[in-house]
């Protein structure tokens, strides 16, 4: 638990069952261990810790105690294994019980609510919205993004995720981790470079697995929503044998499966499901929607294709030379509007014209999507001898995500798409009079008159959608033991190798090739007039299957030596000495690679990011801890990491503890750390999007002059909120970020039910790796000035309704440069209490634990620009999907419990935040509500004006009650979201619509309910 002094959290680092911390005899234990000891309960009734040092170590009662020879002893983020050892970071530990007792079935789950869990994190419904690590779920500790967050297994690192968070950042996935075999889940809230080595910056997280399984163990669960969708369904089957006091050995095999349905965004209601935002102050931003005034804010593509007779000038300009009418005269089942000329802006305004409105949001955008998670995992542990131990294990997972839709947006491909890298464009593509084998174009009206037709058009009878099929292997081995010695304490041993490899299919259907496109226009093999009739051999040529194969893998090797030198007042000072060498890959190829040669070879709507590496690191490193006297200690660790690629780097931690009564505890820590960059930062092209309103610019003044409405109101549809396209190139000369960080805090027991914990932190980066900010590129367009050195911007597609009027911004070129100082700071807090209840309520049980995180500072500092804060706004927002930081995270469980009968109550508490974001916007702006951000069409008024300025906080409650019929038989009901509360708007974030998915998700679910049952045998 956050803010208690942690014990020897569990890991499978184990010292053997008759090593001491001390000089030791080597009887066999005199408690037997008992099966349910090994065994993680189902979620049922939960007897709470019966005693103050329960109460710290966060365990359950229910499961008898182990003697402590018998248990593992290391603790995560520490070297020393010894039972006695006390650490001074922040930690928070979550049992297997605490997950079940709060309806969590997912490690994503699990993360996703930790108070500690900052802007930036990655939730699994990014993969509906366009996220570049689709498939993929990861937390973001202190905010600092998901590589600064090191996720173990057993205390041993991971294979990074084939694909890059945001196309930038290596970091771990979590979505395969087999949670029914679970024991733990460690959260160190502060720097751990000096034990783990790079990525450890904002804090580690160590998935810890049982370590002994005996017997039978199944579970079965499902659940729907309260209307009645977002199914889910879980099973899982563990069958172990073998008791390691009296066999010396232990053997377990585990099988485990979950779904989860996809959800659209139509089944939740409005505003979430049309881009109609009338009704909350914005405007309709359908394609081709009337607006209040009667007017049309521009020309917008549906899945009826829309039509108008044109010339083509030099350079390929067209002139309108008519109306626009849907392609065989009617809109179907879309809406049909006639608009009198004037209605639209420019040219198209000249005409009257018959279009057809579409909601596009209604009928494709995604919220979550399908998911399904499959693993199984054989473990084997055996004590070879009387002072060793060898534990192995191996596990295979695989996960699939599917939705449909293309993109961010959901919506079928337009034809009028251009490469993302600019060098092809459809902007101006036309229905030619005549086909390729002399005969009249049947789709142009106007064939007959040798005029082409330009055409607005989605793909709709393509179906798009994507499928990332992720294939995890994971083995490894370690030997852990121990040897007597004359002089100090034991020798302690451990020495361990961990395999694995992460394989992943990425699946587009639905996306055109650009030079099939053109062929199937220039001799009418693709039906524009009914696209129904089109044959599979045709739609499935247009757009073949693209397949993208990526992979990663790591693969370690650590030895560890330990021993007590000398007794000091306060107990024995040890030290641990240690080495480790590892390698790791990563093979991400385009998906969609740009010959320059042949530019129409490339896919429409297919990013085509790619990053390669590979690298040797070699470490060394060393702790001691130095029990000064009994009220105080210190630890002083330190490592060296030397990496193949020319980066190296030595970081020291400094721990303290002062306990001057039993009731009160100081602790402190101060370590120097660094981040590696990734192998996208150092060799890659990633184009990513960011959401982008002309409006608030106020560089672009002339330009949307150029670009008015219909009413002269504002801008017309063109020249409001749109994605701009950042390309990045991985630069080989960039460093590894540095850090300082300092943790300061207090531990309260006034009673033996009760812990109250306080600690402050502070993080500094230095060397912070980012990009030069667009807003210079943006000006120096705007200003048809030059451009910084290395920095260049490509015009976007041409505005349909002013084809002459200039461009707005399509992408802006930027490479990685060490270029900014990160700052941030704040609070943790974190209570953990046993509560006993007077007279007739004293068979009554009430366990309470809760942890609360405040942010007072979040800056960057950019040279010659000044610092952009981000605290309790949307920022920063290029870096985590305008997810936010929002200042309080907090969440709460409360489990009573009387005979077999328990129910807890979780309550979780996010705050609001303001809708601006200074790296949009410059230093400064925070408070000016005229530039908050907007993540989609339709969230300002007509002239281009924010309509709101802030997103409210969101609480959720879960409930789950269980009861234990006997040993063997329990049932549990979960209820998510009880009170039903929706999440509040969000209009600046793009990484869901019209709310935040990395605060508000149960709030798009809303009430769900869960059954399940607990078989032990």
């Known amino acids: 638990m956050s803010g208690t002094l942690s014990p020897a959290f569990a890991q499978n680092a184990a010292t053997p069952p008759h090593a001491h911390a ?44 182990v003697p402590a020879e018998a248990e593992n002893v290391v603790v995560t983020g520490s070297l020393i294994r010894d039972p006695n050892f006390r650490s001074a970071s922040p930690m928070t530990h979550l049992t297997t019980r605490d997950l079940q007792m709060r309806g969590i079935t997912t490690a994503a789950q699990a993360l996703q609510q930790l108070a500690s869990n900052g802007s930036g994190n990655l939730p699994a419904s990014f993969s509906s919205n366009g996220a570049f690590a689709a498939g993929a779920s990861a937390p973001s500790l202190r905010g600092l993004t998901t ?17 890059s968070d945001d196309g930038e950042r290596n970091f771990v996935d979590v979505n395969w981790m087999p949670m029914s075999i679970m024991q733990a889940v460690d959260v160190q809230k502060d720097s751990a470079s000096a034990t783990y080595g790079a990525d450890a910056v904002a804090g580690v997280i160590n998935f810890i697995t049982r370590k002994e399984i005996k017997g039978f163990e199944a579970n079965a669960e499902g659940g729907l929503s309260g209307q009645g969708d977002a199914g889910h369904q879980r099973l899982y089957a563990t069958y172990g044998h073998g008791d390691l006091d009296h066999d010396n050995y232990n053997f377990y095999v585990n099988a485990e499966y979950q779904n989860d349905d996809m959800l659209y965004n ?14 909350i102050g914005g405007y309709n931003a359908n394609p081709n929607a009337i607006q209040a005034d009667g007017s049309v804010v521009g020309i917008g593509s549906t899945t009826t294709a829309l039509v108008r007779p044109v010339s083509v000038g030099a350079g390929g300009a067209l002139t309108p030379l008519g109306g626009l009418q849907p392609l065989g005269g009617s809109c179907g089942n879309l809406i049909t509007h006639n608009v009198a000329a004037g209605a639209f802006p420019g040219s198209t305004g000249n005409f009257a014209n018959t279009v057809c409105e579409q909601n596009l949001v209604g009928n494709y955008r995604v919220i979550d999507p399908e998911d399904r998670r499959i693993s199984t995992t054989a473990h084997f542990t055996t004590r070879p001898w009387e002072r060793a131990e060898l534990t192995a294990m191996f596990t295979y997972a695989q996960n699939t995500s599917y939705n449909t839709g293309a993109g961010s947006s959901g919506a079928p491909v337009s034809i009028r798409s251009q490469s993302r890298s600019g060098d092809i464009s459809f902007a101006n593509i036309t229905l030619p009079a005549m086909l390729s084998n002399g005969q009249p174009n049947p789709y142009d009206p106007w064939a007959a008159q040798g005029q082409p037709a330009q055409i607005f058009y989605l793909f709709g009878d393509l179906n798009p959608s994507s499928t990332q099929f992720n294939q995890a292997y994971r083995g490894s081995v370690r030997l852990s033991g121990w040897e007597p010695s004359n002089w100090g304490s034991d020798w302690k041993y451990n020495a361990s190798f961990v395999g694995m490899t992460d394989d992943l299919e990425y699946d587009r259907n639905g996306y055109p090739i650009f ?18 009739q089109n044959s599979a051999a045709i739609r499935n040529w247009i757009a073949p299957r693209s397949v993208q194969h990526s992979d990663s893998s790591e693969y370690s090797g650590e030895a560890t030596l330990q021993k007590g030198l000398f007794r000091l007042p306060g107990g024995m000072v040890n030290l641990v000495i240690g080495g480790n060498i590892r390698y790791e890959s990563l093979n991400n190829p385009s998906a969609n690679p740009d010959d320059p040669s042949n530019p129409s070879a490339q896919y429409m709507g297919i990013n085509g990011f790619y990053a390669k590496g590979s690298r040797w690191v070699e470490s060394g490193f060393f702790e001691t801890n130095i029990p000064v006297v009994k009220y105080f200690s210190a630890d002083v660790s330190g490592r060296y990491d030397n990496y193949s690629v020319g980066y190296d780097h030595f970081s020291p931690k400094v721990e303290a503890l002062v306990k001057p009564v039993k009731e009160f505890t100081l602790r402190g820590t101060f370590s120097k750390g660094f981040r590696v960059p990734s192998f996208a930062e150092t060799n890659s092209q990633t184009i990513g999007y960011i959401t982008y309103n002309p409006a608030g610019d106020p560089n672009a003044a002339a330009f949307l002059a150029q670009h008015p409405n219909a009413s002269g109101t504002g801008p017309d549809a063109y020249a409001q909120s749109y994605s701009l396209a950042l390309n990045t190139v991985g630069n080989p000369a960039v460093k590894p970020e540095l850090s300082t960080s300092f943790t300061g805090g207090a531990v309260v027991q006034p009673t033996r039910w009760l812990n109250m914990s306080v600690d402050y932190y502070y993080i500094k980066k230095d060397n912070y790796i980012t990009t030069a900010n667009q807003s210079t590129a943006l000006a120096a367009y705007y200003a048809g000035a030059g451009m910084p050195s290395g920095i260049s911007v490509i015009p976007d597609v041409a505005d349909p309704d002013h084809p002459g009027a200039m461009a707005r911004p399509g992408i802006v070129n930027l490479g990685y440069i060490n270029g900014a100082t990160l700052v941030t700071d704040g609070l943790d807090l974190a209570l953990d209490a046993n509560v006993p209840l007077p007279g007739k309520l004293s068979k009554i049980k009430w366990y309470s634990k809760g942890e609360a995180t405040y942010v007072f500072r979040y800056n960057i500092t950019y040279p010659g620009l000044g610092t952009e804060r981000f605290a309790g706004t949307l920022g920063p927002a290029n870096t985590t999907s305008a997810s936010g930081t929002p200042r309080w995270r907090a969440n709460w469980a409360n489990t009573f419990t009387y005979d077999k009968l328990s129910l807890t109550t979780t309550v979780y508490y996010t705050s609001g935040y303001k809708l601006t974001a200074e790296d949009y916007t410059g230093p400064g702006t925070r408070n000016d509500c005229a530039q908050a951000a907007t993540g989609f069409a339709g969230e300002t008024t007509l002239d281009g004006s924010p309509i709101r300025c802030n997103a409210s906080h969101f609480w959720d409650i879960d409930l789950t009650l269980a009861y234990r019929f006997n040993k063997r038989f329990t049932a549990y009901a979960n209820m998510y979201n009880v009170a039903n509360w929706r999440p509040p708007l969000d209009l600046g974030t793009y990484g869901g619509y019209l709310y935040n998915p990395a605060w508000a998700g149960a709030g798009m679910l809303g009430r769900a309910f869960r059954f399940g049952v607990n078989v032990t045998l």
């Open 266 to 279: 139509r089944q939740r209601g409005y505003p979430y499901d049309t881009g109609d935002l009338t009704g």
């Open 515 to 532: 030079s099939r496109v053109r062929q199937a226009i220039n001799d009418g093999s693709y039906n524009f007039l009914d696209p129904s």
């Open 147 to 163: 590589d600064s967050t090191l996720v173990l297994m057993d205390g041993q690192r991971l294979a990074y995720y084939p694909l």
């Open 22 to 65: 001390a000089r030791t005899h080597h009887a066999k234990p005199a408690v037997k261990a008992q099966k349910s000891a090994a065994v993680a309960q189902p979620a049922s009734v939960v007897p709470p810790p019966r005693s103050a040092n329960a109460v710290a170590m966060v365990q359950t009662a229910a499961i008898p105690t």
